[in-house]
């Protein structure tokens, strides 16, 4: 081993952590097609949700609980809402604010997260 990081072990330690983050999602009841995650800010989007859908509480708090302190929902009719809930006191619950964050949305994965 030459020292430097196991780049295969830390993919699939990242793929496990998203697995069971989407999980915990879908188990709530949100359907969405992909995510992505932005470590500037500690936030997590979800890509392609359906149209209407909100982020409970309790989604909200299974994306705090992995580390994330905002999240963006980008919906398949080209609305979206921020979420901020990770506050410098912890979690506090947040009904999401219209944003227009939609402009850049990743080519759809062929099997989604639904």
């Given amino acids: ?3 430097k990081p196991d780049l295969l072990e830390a993919v699939t330690l ?3 952590v998203d697995d069971a983050f989407s999980d915990e999602l879908i ?3 949100l359907k969405w ?3 992505g995650f932005d470590p500037y800010d500690s936030s997590v989007e979800l890509y392609r949700a359906e149209p ?3 982020l409970t509480e309790a989604m909200q708090k299974v994306a705090y609980d992995y580390g994330f302190v905002k999240a963006y929902l980008n919906r398949s009719d080209g609305t979206a809402k921020v979420y901020n809930f ?3 006191d912890g979690f506090k ?3 999401g604010d219209p944003c227009h964050c939609n402009g850049h949305l990743p080519t759809p994965s062929p099997e989604g997260k639904q």
């Fill in 52 to 54: 209407g859908s909100e």
């Fill in 86 to 88: 990770g506050t410098v």
């Fill in 14 to 16: 990242f793929r496990r």
């Fill in 1 to 3: 081993m030459s020292g």
């Fill in 33 to 35: 097609d992909d995510n």
């Fill in 93 to 95: 619950y947040s009904r």
């Fill in 27 to 29: 188990a709530l009841g």
